[in-house]
């Protein structure tokens, strides 16, 4: 079936980079983008950027622009996604989800918990 | 950026009765390219809605979608007791592609 697995959780002082991954499963990699959305604890959802696993191209949200970095490595089947300069701010569940035509679709992965703290 | 803004914020209903949720964009979304969302506490969300009106697969008919331009209605017709859950809308028209805030329907 097809299925998104993601990283397990992150503790990281602030400053610090994190890398989550996703693996994906039970169908061809390449042919669906991946969105990263992240929620804060008791928060709304928060659209990051999407990825083109066939090339790789990316479109970011602007105001994660110059701090996240989203790669797919074919081999494996993974999207990734790096944010640096991590603040408190950040502290969230971030979860990638294939797309279905333009929309955060089905599957999501299980969220992996970044916690950012001192 | 396309603000979404939800209505109301908790809506308390029972089982049974029919629940319409609202989502208003800042300016009109390109094609209709609005979809709705159901998140269970501890769960990743679900696409119920996409294209403002077309249900994903396996979504039960009793959940609808419509509007177009800036206003947009989820409607649950009789509600059942896994419905109760909180409801986001997205605009995928435009980049970035926001979220609403969120609408929690909570059993009365």
Redesign the interface.
């Known amino acids: 079936q097809v299925q998104l697995v993601q990283s397990g959780a992150e503790v990281k002082k602030p400053g610090a980079s994190v890398k989550v991954s996703c693996k994906a499963s039970g169908y061809t990699f390449t042919n669906y983008y991946m969105?990263w959305?992240r929620q804060a604890p008791g928060q709304?959802?928060?659209?990051m950027g999407?990825i083109n696993p066939s090339g790789g191209s990316t479109?970011y949200?602007?105001?994660f622009q110059g701090r996240v970095t989203m790669t797919r490595d074919t081999s494996t089947s993974t999207v990734y996604m790096e944010l640096s300069s991590l603040r408190s701010e950040d502290t969230a569940v971030y979860?990638c989800?294939r797309d279905?035509?333009?929309?955060?679709?089905?599957?999501?992965?299980?969220?992996t918990l970044v916690t950012v703290s001192s | 950026?396309i603000v979404l803004t939800q209505s109301p914020g908790t809506l308390s209903l029972s089982p049974g009765e029919r629940a319409t949720l609202s989502c208003r964009a800042s300016q009109s979304v390109s094609s209709s390219?609005l979809?709705w969302?159901q998140?269970k506490p501890g769960q990743?969300?679900?696409?119920l809605i996409?294209?403002a009106s077309s249900r994903?697969?396996g979504i039960p008919d009793r959940f609808s979608g419509s509007g177009s331009g800036t206003d947009f209605t989820l409607t649950i017709s009789r509600l059942e007791p896994e419905d109760f859950a909180v409801y986001?809308c997205?605009q995928?028209?435009s980049?970035?592609?926001?979220?609403?805030?969120?609408t929690k329907l909570e059993i009365k």
């Open positions: 969105h959305v709304g959802l928060e659209w999407i479109n949200a602007q105001k979860y989800a279905f035509q333009g929309a955060a679709g089905d599957p999501w992965g299980q969220g | 950026e390219y979809a969302y998140q990743a969300p679900r696409l996409y294209g994903a697969t986001s997205q995928y028209g980049s970035p592609r926001t979220f609403g805030q969120g």
